[in-house]
């Protein structure tokens, strides 16, 4: 088989595995929250409500794809397709094992937080092309929220970095064999993960959306297959964090018995839980509360994390 | 901190807890017999209609739902013409039933109205009226109780019927009266 075929078969499933997960997530996230609430959730539609997912996306393709006559048409036109872009291109660089990935990219790290701030876009000029205070005050917030949390964001990244000693995604997984880096790392994961939900403005940092303030924030004005597009971006944004905590701290594809992409998908649908899990358990804070706690609290210690790592590094060589 | 992973702790252990959602079409929930849901109109004990068109309750109805005709038979007896309930305006607040003098308005417990036709939902008399009774057996608005005189009380004189216990709508009564 020649590389190229290789590429492109390997690229398509990457895709299209994503997409369906993305997907998929729709009916996980309405059945785990039931769970979570001593509810059912969806289970009429097909076996276990499974056919739910094919339903909403019926649904969500034949609504009216209404475009409000005050908006900036062409900026709100793009801007759903923008964060669906940025985080399917991050895909591009995680090593789902050491043999499937798109690109061996050896600045990995950096390519993600690139996208993430690329992200950042779609979301605000989402809020500022609807032209409606609230889409407004929604594209304010994630404006604030996403960019503060990104800084520290990528500081809890780099204590992994250092200790692998590269930014290439796939060097990292491998020089976990001995430790995951989650036990070296612990505060890192954890000020990863914080940010990752604010990132994805996922509940509880769902201040963008708000719809208890702001009826539905950033995508008020959006209908039909748009809305669909920042729907599935948030889904793929869930997965992409999931995955990369997993690469970055659980060791990605290594275990044992198992093959490596169960692996992999095992530990990646974990973290895809436990965001859901905050959803269902915790309520929003209040805005100045999410920006006090960012700036006041995780930068200063992913600050702290990188020097201790740092000097840990320097006194043991 | 330690609060929100203990909220998140109390969360998940939610997973084993027993289920609350009634599975409707197959699990019926429990309906009270006090339940408010589709309007009938019935009959008293001889299988006259109740209702004497007196438009209390057209006047009682919050949204205008319901409209009837009045007219007279042949012994000169009150009776809707016609009798009409726009069920998707009802809002099965069961004023109606307050109002109505003759008990010949009632709510029951049937609550599956749905249709796919919404003109569907305007029901005339011949849906409304039943053969029955409903909720109350043996009442009949047209018995005379009389009035009470010296030796003898209401409804003790030939052709007359003991007076209707006008309390036996307040809750905690109809148990007793059966
Ligand atoms: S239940 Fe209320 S809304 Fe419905 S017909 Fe009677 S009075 Fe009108
Ligand atoms: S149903 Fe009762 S309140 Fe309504 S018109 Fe008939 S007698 Fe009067």
Redesign the interface.
Known sequence: MSEALRSIIIILSVIGGVMTIAAGLIWVERRLLA??????GPNRVGAFGLLQVLADMIKVLTKEDWIPPFADKSVFFLTPAIIAITTLLTFAVIPFTSTILVADLNIGVLFFLAMSSLGVYSVTLAGWASASKYSLLGGLRAAAQMISYEVFMGLSLMGAVMLAGSFDLRVIVEAQRGLWYVVPQFAGFVIFFIAGVAETHRLPFDLPEAESELVAGYHSEYSGMKFGMFFVGEYIGITLISALITVLFFGGWLGPVLPPVVWFLIKTFFFIGFFI??R???PRPRYDQLMALGWKVLLPVSLLNLAVTGGIMLAGR | MLSVLKAIWAVLLHMFRPRVTVQYPEERPHIPPRWRGRIILSRDPDGEERCVACYLCAVACPVDCIALQATEDGHGRRYPEFFRINFSRCIFCGFCEEACPTYAIQLTTDFEMGEYVRQNLVYEKEHLLISGTGKYPGYNFYRVAGLSVKGKDKGQAENEEPPVDLKSLLPGRMESEQ
């Open positions: 769970l979570w609430q001593d509810r059912y899990l905050l269902a358990a915790l």
